[in-house]
């Protein structure tokens, strides 16, 4: 079975700050906001300050029609996180 995705970033930053960064890196993907953090408390997500601002720890998540399949945390390193969730989909769509 092979699986349709979508890639999706949430981040608690300002949703002035998300589209400057969307623009700035030339995202491929959508970046959903979560200033007011009602998704990062409701999937218990891992956060941390920096500078007295509360953000959202890297992590990627795979859900299938709602369901929670997998969650890759910690990611380190960041620049491999990509090709591990698109091997573990490769495999699992197998």
Known sequence: ???AT???GVSAQPL???QEAKNRLALPFELLNDSS???TK???LPTFEYNGVKLIKRLAIIAVDGIIRKVF???FPPDR???EV???LNNESA
Do not use: H, S, T
Request: charge should be negative; charged fraction near 25%; avoid cysteine.
């Open 6 to 8: 979508e890639v999706f």
């Open 16 to 18: 002035e700050d998300q």
């Open 42 to 44: 409701a999937l218990r």
């Open 86 to 88: 698109i091997n573990w």
């Open 37 to 39: 953090f009602a998704l």
């Open 73 to 75: 945390y910690p990611v």
């Open 81 to 83: 996180n990509a090709e």
């Open 1 to 3: 079975m092979r699986f």
